[in-house]
């Protein structure tokens, strides 16, 4: 694995995932983990995300298509890192119908429970669905009202309503 050239080729799927590309996130995400010392098996893992790039390449991101509005879509796993049991929460955020903002990272904590799980993910897109309002702002397109949808319902209903629960009072701010 000393001549693989892993790091090059994952740094350049970074590019790839940061500039066009948000449907290879996660993989490049869990990649990137072991930049310091990869196995065989993650090596072919990275062959197998340049093959699919390599028959996909002539999808793109398109925007116009729809109505000038910002709409989310989050999602969170519960426990997906084996080693360290964090949850990876991801969003993905367009605007008149094209893909502007998207992020698949672990979690800075651990949950207890896949409300938790699912509740920091949709706190996370909404931190950027806010900035990306007052950004739109700035650039005269008022935005009146914009969606998130989480799939949750647990989730949903602790954000309608935030008063503590038995089981959710470990949640913190």
Known sequence: ?????????????????????????????????????????HWN?????LRYLRGTSKMSLCFGGGKPELIGYTDADMAGDLDSRKSTLGYL????????????KLQKCVALSTTEAEFIAATEACKEMLWMKRFLQELGQEQHKYILHCDSQSAIHLSKNPSFHSRSKHIDV
Do not use: N
């Not at 893992?45 to 995300?49: G, P």
């Not at 955020?93 to 698949?104: E, K, L, R």
């Open 1 to 41: 694995m000393a001549m693989v050239p892993y790091s090059s080729a994952v740094g350049s799927l970074m590019y790839a995932m940061i500039c066009t590309r948000p449907d290879i996130t996660h993989a490049v995400g869990v990649v990137s983990r072991f930049l310091s010392k990869p196995g065989r098996e």
């Open 45 to 49: 893992v990275v062959k197998w995300i």
């Open 93 to 104: 955020i367009t605007f008149s119908g094209g893909a502007v903002s998207w992020q698949s």
